[in-house]
């Protein structure tokens, strides 16, 4: 999957349901692997959002 496309609500959403997976504690352990990978990944694109948009705010601001 490639999280650079998704919008930061959808990477979030896809993190949260990870996150209830693995907490189940259902998951084989090959798939709770997976699973953290991936969750590493979806987390800091979802951070990468939100620095560019903090970004953005405080150029509005300084704009101002």
Same mark, same amino acid.
């Not at 650079?4 to 693995?22: C, N």
């Not at 991936?38 to 101002?64: H, N, P």
């Given at each position: 999957? /490639? !999280? *650079?496309? %998704?919008?930061? !609500? /959808? +990477? $979030?959403?896809? =993190?949260? #349901? %990870?996150?209830?997976?693995? !907490?189940?504690?259902?998951?084989? %352990?090959? /798939?709770?692997? +997976?699973? $953290?990978?991936?969750? &590493?990944? @979806?987390?800091? $694109?979802?951070?990468?959002? @939100?620095?560019?948009? !903090? =970004?953005? &705010?405080? *150029? @509005?601001?300084?704009? #101002?």
């Amino acid at each position: 999957m /490639d !999280e *650079t496309k %998704l919008s930061f !609500e /959808d +990477a $979030y959403k896809q =993190l949260m #349901e %990870l996150v209830k997976k693995m !907490e189940s504690g259902g998951l084989p %352990l090959a /798939d709770s692997v +997976a699973a $953290y990978e991936q969750g &590493i990944k @979806l987390k800091a $694109y979802c951070e990468q959002l @939100l620095k560019e948009a !903090e =970004l953005k &705010i405080e *150029t @509005l601001k300084v704009g #101002e």
